[in-house]
Nanobody
Framework: QVQLVESGGGLVQAGGSLRLSCVASGRTFSSYAMGWFRQAPGKEREFVSRISWSGGNIYYADSVKGRFTISRDNAKNTVYLQMNSLKPEDTAVYYC???????????????WGQGTQVTVSS
């Protein structure tokens, strides 16, 4: 069992930055694929970014490419999402997800965090 705890959300003005963190429990974090998703009010959950177990494979949604950066520190069991040049349309609850398949690229991750709210004001 893996537990994920996100932090770093908050209220920021358009153009600002936030860094989300997701700390995972368990000894096998370093072998897990990690992902970030978000869900805005009234909308379906959508993919934001993912990183493979080694950090060698990284993907971004087109909507965040060039503005967001995903990274991981396996020694700290933590994955990060650096969000720059934030826009009001980035407002959503952001979820961290983990999957034991180290190169997992779907949306049905095995484990999910509770989410952290990001609000971007115009």
């Amino acid at each position: 069992q893996v537990q994920l705890v996100e932090s770093g959300g908050g209220l920021v003005q358009a153009g600002g930055s936030l860094r989300l963190s997701c700390v995972a429990s368990g000894r096998t974090f370093s072998s897990y694929a990690m992902g970030w998703f978000r869900q805005a009010p009234g909308k379906e959950r959508e993919f934001v970014s993912r990183i493979s177990w080694s950090g060698g494979n990284i993907y971004y949604a087109d909507s965040v490419k060039g503005r967001f950066t995903i990274s991981r520190d396996n020694a700290k069991n933590t994955v990060y999402l650096q969000m720059n040049s934030l826009k009001p349309e980035d407002t959503a609850v952001y979820y961290c997800a983990a999957d034991p398949r180290g190169y997992y690229s779907g949306s049905n991750y095995a484990y999910w965090g509770q989410g952290t709210q990001v609000t971007v004001s115009s």
